[in-house]
């Protein structure tokens, strides 16, 4: 048997342990950073997406466990041009659940003032309209950090790192990222487990919507408030590339046996056509 989902164990109670584990490498790293550069406050824009809600409940259990109070984190929600009601309240919602401060800066403001800066129209919603969103994003929080003397916490995952979707001087740049070993399947595990557990009860609705939220950077303008941009049918399915990821950096896997293992993982549930597509757009973007 070859097991589709890789990085998470197929063994239910190994896959408590390994959470909490994985989950505590983050937490003690965050605490070792923080306490080494004798910082106290902690930036993050929240989304209402799995990556930013998983270095939340990283951030909350790190300030906890230096016995800080809650209201050091500055969670910042930054809607832009695609934001939806749901992302958007859930982010609030979750941030206000876990206790901590949560300010709201609307960026199209800025963003069309880039915009014009550089005579793009905003009628064209290009590579170029999405990340000059992403960018303004980052800036702020950096600014934001600046100015409470806090540290910016990165949210980008390890499938979005090795895909290149972060945007390049946008959200790939933080003080620190307590994400960038984590698979986006692993990610959605992780969110799961940390919704179960005591200290986050409080929260456990939020996160559950956010949980069945589809996965969008939200950069182009919906229709009726609806999310319009899928990232998994923009690059494809993340369990198709966290299984790539794994065979390719784990065993230094060849393209070809990736392809012959992951039909024999998938069979039934992807063509090999499909397969082939994902594996060809995951080696080009990769390199």
Known sequence: KINPSPFIPSDFDKRDKRSEE???????????????????????????????????????????????????????????????????????FL????????????????????????????????????????????????????????????TGDLSEIALGWNTFSGDQISHYNVNAGIPKTLVKYLVKWASEQDEFSSAKESIEDILDTPISPELVKGMGGKIVQKTEELIGPYELHDFFLYHFLRWGSEPQRIFFLAKKAFFGKYKKEEIKKWLKIFITRFF
């Open 22 to 92: 994985i989950f505590s490498i983050q937490t003690s790293a965050l605490v070792k950073r923080m306490d080494h550069t004798q910082i106290k406050n902690i930036v993050i824009g929240v989304s209402g997406g799995l990556d930013s809600t998983l270095a939340l409940l990283v951030a909350v259990k790190s300030i906890d466990l230096l016995k800080l109070s809650r209201k050091n984190i500055h969670a910042l929600t930054m809607p832009g041009f695609g934001t939806t009601r749901r992302t958007k309240s859930n982010a609030i």
């Open 95 to 154: 941030a206000e659940h876990l206790g901590v401060k949560i300010e709201e800066i609307d960026i199209t403001k800025g963003s069309r003032r880039q915009l014009d800066d550089i005579q793009h129209d905003g009628k064209v919603e290009d590579v170029t309209f999405e990340n000059v969103q992403a960018r303004y994003r980052t800036m702020t929080l950096m600014d934001k950090a600046n100015q409470i003397k806090g540290l910016v916490l990165g």
